[in-house]
């Protein structure tokens, strides 16, 4: 066996824990085997916060000295397996203001695979996914995003289904019986082990073609070379803004080219312009001056600057005027309030369905209050 390394791309804070335990429980069911391994966290140039996303690293060798020799010269350029335990990021992840937008297929090697935890269908999440020169395998395990972060565990099994779903799809790391020892070390419970074995057996793969997936191209930029920085720290301000799209009227905040913020969104605000009573309560509360002010007194939310924090949707009086919806049910930035202009009638159904569809989701953009998953119930998610 060659030196084979893991990456699990997870929500900053929200599921730290998930991506730990999955983590540890390849090197210990690695060291079942006699192999040798390592786990750690990257985060890029930022912190971890809450909802950015962030990375947790596994890599197995078979003797200390490969394993050393491996992270001597390691950057993670490539990586046998990816996994994704949101898939909203599936669009692509950005630790913020750094590399730009990272396909979140970008290193995984080819014939590698991704495994998503998604309910979505394979073609659904590869229409959102970057194409590849390369081809892929693209895993799915049935199931909604698991929250299981660092002030809250939510144990609904998503770690253990995950784990059984990578013995299937990568066997050369390490067996199945291997896995339920480290498992049955740690003390999890012989029920969790069973939904591991569960995944295993039910574990398939969708080979992925060079050229499926979005044609976007990711936005990147170019990072000062160290000839063209100034003497001590500068902080160029952002300016005031103007009219609305350059206009008279309304105002459009100035906003900057690189601090695009959509990738740490997993949820959106939708809007219900007819009931909007321009109380200006979201636009004065926004954290990331998300909100132009249109000619006719409306509130269009900018979608690369919003970040899915949900603070328009609590502060706003009227019901259903802001309602949070799923990424997933996205694959643009456009702009609702132009949208809206152009065709009232249809924009109003498309809303509708999609606010009444958020209504009968489980999913939320995170932790709210204690107690939160106590009163949600156990989730088995077909275990």
Not at 28 to 35: T, Y
Not at 247 to 265: C, H, I, L, M, N
């Amino acid at each position: 066996m060659s030196t084979i390394a893991v990456e699990v791309v997870y929500r900053g804070i929200f599921q730290k824990t998930l991506a730990r335990n999955i983590v540890r429980s390849i090197v210990f069911a690695a060291r079942k085997e006699g192999k040798i391994g390592t786990a750690f966290g990257r985060y890029g140039d930022s912190p971890e916060r809450n909802g950015i996303p962030a990375k947790q690293f596994a890599i197995v060798a078979d003797t200390a000295e490969e394993l050393e020799e491996n992270l001597a010269v390691y950057e993670a350029h490539n990586v046998d397996v990816t996994i994704n335990v949101d898939d909203t990021m599936s669009k692509g992840i950005e630790s913020w203001a750094w590399y730009g937008l990272q396909p979140i297929n970008q290193l995984t090697k080819p014939n590698g695979t991704l495994i998503v935890t998604s309910r979505q269908t394979a073609d659904d999440l590869i229409e959102d996914m970057h194409q590849r020169d390369e081809p892929y395998n693209l895993s799915i395990i049935p199931s909604v995003p698991s929250f299981s972060g660092l002030w809250v565990y939510k144990d609904d099994h998503t770690d253990a289904r995950i784990l059984g779903t990578l013995c299937k799809v990568c066997p050369d790391l390490v067996s199945l019986a291997s896995m339920l020892e480290a498992m049955k070390d740690q003390g999890w419970s012989d029920l969790k082990a069973s939904s591991a074995e569960k995944a295993f057996e039910r574990g398939t793969q969708r080979p992925v073609e060079p050229g499926e997936g979005s044609a976007e191209t990711p936005f990147s930029f170019d990072l000062p070379g160290w000839k063209t920085m100034e003497e001590g720290l500068v902080i160029r301000s952002v300016p005031q803004g103007g009219g609305f799209r350059g206009g008279e009227e309304g105002f459009q905040p100035a906003r900057s080219d690189v601090f695009k913020k959509y990738s740490t969104r997993s949820m959106r605000p939708v809007i219900n312009f007819d009931t909007c009573t321009k109380c200006t309560l979201c636009w004065l509360q926004c954290p990331d001056t998300v909100f132009d002010v249109t000619p006719d007194g409306l509130y269009d939310a900018n979608m690369e600057a919003c970040c899915g924090c949900a603070v328009c949707e609590a502060v706003c009086p009227v019901p259903d005027c802001i309602t949070m919806v799923s990424e997933a049910e996205f694959n643009d930035n456009n702009s609702q309030w132009e949208a809206w202009t152009k065709d009232k009638d249809g924009y109003n159904k498309w809303m509708t369905v999609l606010v009444d569809k958020a209504k009968l989701e489980t999913r939320t953009h995170g932790f709210h209050h204690v107690g939160e998953y106590a009163e949600q119930g156990p989730q088995a998610e077909e275990d």
